[in-house]
């Protein structure tokens, strides 16, 4: 009884301190609880020795109705290279930032960031690589399996649900580690045009207009809040994708060889994925002045 | 014995069947609705061995309706002409169906459409289409009398010609014949032609 106790005021002081911040201040389109904002700093001593109980198993509840697991995997894409999508009246913008994590690593001709799923829609990562890769096949494989099915390319929430299940079968079923990637999709169907959606670990998912995966998402996400418009074009849905990548990347300064941009829009009726030169991008950056210092916020 | 056919007419698509249900040389059933109202906007008349042709209609409207359920958006006629397509190819290699279909349907997008699927998963986008012994007759008659931008009434008075041949020359003609038609308002019945009460 004096155990429960104690659980039951660390809850109440969890909620009230640091539990959901971020969905009333973000331009969402519909609810979804998207709130990777576990702090470990605020953890007081009995929050810890729970956590420790409970945080090996994957699929069960702690007493406080939290999966640690699941968190920790969210805490995981807080540290990766961050990506930002923007949705415009004439396409979708993602923007990504690539950790170099060596000077002797090769840096890979293809992009590390954005991948193609489809004809119509693609995808910006942030959180394990190696864990994205699966997933990022996964959501191939669906996508052809539609096409084979019923000859007509496949919605892009529909894409984006399946996956979500997959994501969401691996914090319900039996021992085995979720899924440490955070997507943002960005796709183009008949029946709702252009489409951003963000997902994370736990399998939520939601259609956004602007939003931010990995580290600083948090600051990412409310300069979008503030400086998003509505009826934006393509072209300044780029410009305030890199004016916003680069005043929260925690670099210094933002060069091509740190950056991903790619491009989901229509081309004569059809859906073109473009990914953006590194010279263009070096000319874009130039353009646009955002490669002197970054001014603080 | 058996007559489906279909035809594409001006904003909208057709599809006549007999309404007999026969075992050998005997009549069961004479007011048997062979064309099943997939969804709103989708017509499908099947010919082919009976069960398989409750069966299978069946199984096409259930998942048609839960792909509406689970994803909010209808199935286009084309999308679900190609899952039945494939539904049939599984099946062809382990137990096939014996149905032969006429789908009609009508798409925002696209117009009134009719698709050809036969029991060995043939699909044809096609204008006009028949199946079963009154196919001989249907058409040759369509060959003859069809043009695309056909109104209501020419594709109706078309139908009842085919009919007409039918029932004057194939021995083993059926009594009766169901109508019915989809356009931009939905599919639904419109008429029978008769020869003996039910």
């Known amino acids: 009884m004096y155990f429960r106790r104690s659980i039951r005021s660390s809850l109440s002081l969890r909620i009230s301190d640091c539990r959901f911040p971020l969905h009333t201040s973000s331009p969402e389109l519909h609810s979804c609880n998207f709130s990777p904002t576990f702090n470990t700093d605020s953890l007081t001593f009995s929050d810890l020795q729970m956590s420790r109980r409970y945080d090996s198993r994957t699929t069960i509840f702690s007493p406080e109705g939290r999966l640690y697991q699941v968190e920790y995997a969210m805490e995981a894409i807080g540290n990766a290279g961050s990506a930002i999508g923007i949705l415009s009246k004439d ?34 990562v942030a959180g394990i690589m190696s864990d994205a890769n699966i997933l990022i096949n996964t959501a191939r494989v669906a996508a052809q399996r539609y096409t084979f099915s019923y000859q007509t390319p496949m919605p ?71 400086d998003y418009k509505e ?44 990914v953006c030169s590194p010279e263009n991008l070096g000319k874009m950056l130039v353009k646009y002045g955002v490669t002197q210092a970054p001014v603080e916020t | 014995m058996e007559c ?24 069961h059933k004479s007011n048997e609705d062979k ?52 539904e049939l190819a599984t099946a062809l290699r382990k137990n096939p169906y014996m149905v032969n279909i006429v789908l009609a349907g009508y798409d925002k997008e696209t117009g009134p459409s009719l ?23 249907s058409l040759a008659m369509m060959d003859r ?21 039918i029932r004057s020359r194939l021995v083993v003609a059926p009594q009766n014949f169901l109508i019915k038609i989809v356009d931009e308002n939905g599919a639904r019945e419109h008429s029978w032609r008769r020869t003996t009460k039910d």
């Not at chain 1, 690593?105 to 489809?118: A, G, P, V, W």
């Not at chain 1, 489409?195 to 994370?200: E, F, H």
């Open chain 2, 115 to 137: 698709y050809f699927i036969d029991y060995i998963a043939t699909l044809h986008k096609v204008d006009k289409a028949a199946f079963g012994y009154g196919s001989y007759f």
């Open chain 1, 156 to 226: 892009v929430e529909q894409l984006v649900q399946s996956l979500c299940d997959t994501k969401q079968g691996y914090t319900q079923f039996g021992g085995l580690r979720p899924f440490g990637v955070s997507f943002l999709f960005a796709g183009w169907d008949k029946n709702y045009g252009f489409q951003l959606y963000m997902s994370d670990p736990s399998g939520n998912y939601g259609g956004w207009k602007a939003a931010a995966v990995g580290a600083n998402n948090q600051a990412a996400q409310s300069m979008l809040k503030q």
């Open chain 2, 35 to 86: 064309i099943m109202v997939l969804d709103s906007h989708k017509l499908m008349g099947a010919s082919g061995e009976a069960g398989d042709r409750a069966q299978f209609t069946e199984y096409v409207q259930k998942n048609v309706s839960l792909y509406q359920f689970r994803n909010g958006i209808p199935l286009t006629t084309k999308a679900a002409a190609n899952f039945m397509r494939g």
């Open chain 2, 145 to 165: 009398h069809y043009h695309p931008d056909m109104t209501v009434d020419e594709a109706i008075a078309l139908a009842d010609q085919c009919i007409e041949e």
């Open chain 1, 91 to 124: 396409g979708v913008v993602l923007v990504g930032e690539k950790k170099v994590t060596s000077k002797l690593l090769q840096t890979s001709t293809s992009t590390e960031k954005m991948y193609k799923i489809d004809d119509h829609v693609a995808c910006a």
């Open chain 1, 231 to 274: 009826e934006i074009s393509r072209e300044e849905a780029v410009q305030l994708a890199l004016k916003v990548l680069s005043k929260t990347m925690d670099s210094t300064s933002l060069t091509a060889e740190k950056l991903e941009l790619a491009e989901v829009f229509l081309d004569g009726g059809k859906v073109k994925y473009q």
């Open chain 2, 4 to 27: 489906v056919f279909g035809m594409v007419g001006k904003g909208f698509a057709l599809v006549v069947a007999d309404t007999s249900a026969v075992n050998s040389i005997l009549v």
